[in-house]
């Protein structure tokens, strides 16, 4: 997946993600994204997934 199309999903995988309170599966993912009107294919899938993965382990940033 570009990093184009990969910015382009992300807000929308990031509702789901909201929406489904932080519990996201392809299944859950894929559907939504079908909703949207966008289809995607599972190595696309497991990229988005990664990375909304990768940004919940993040700490949250620190306050000053």
Avoid: C, F, W, Y
Avoid at 32 to 38: A, D, F, M
């Amino acid at each position: 997946m570009s990093d184009q199309e990969l910015n382009r999903l992300l807000p929308i995988a990031r509702k789901t993600a909201a929406d489904a309170q932080g519990r996201v599966t392809r299944e859950v993912l894929r559907a939504h994204l079908k909703t949207e009107g966008v289809g995607i294919n599972n190595q696309a899938l497991g990229q988005l997934l990664a990375v909304l993965r990768e940004a919940e382990a993040k700490p949250p940033p620190t306050r000053r």
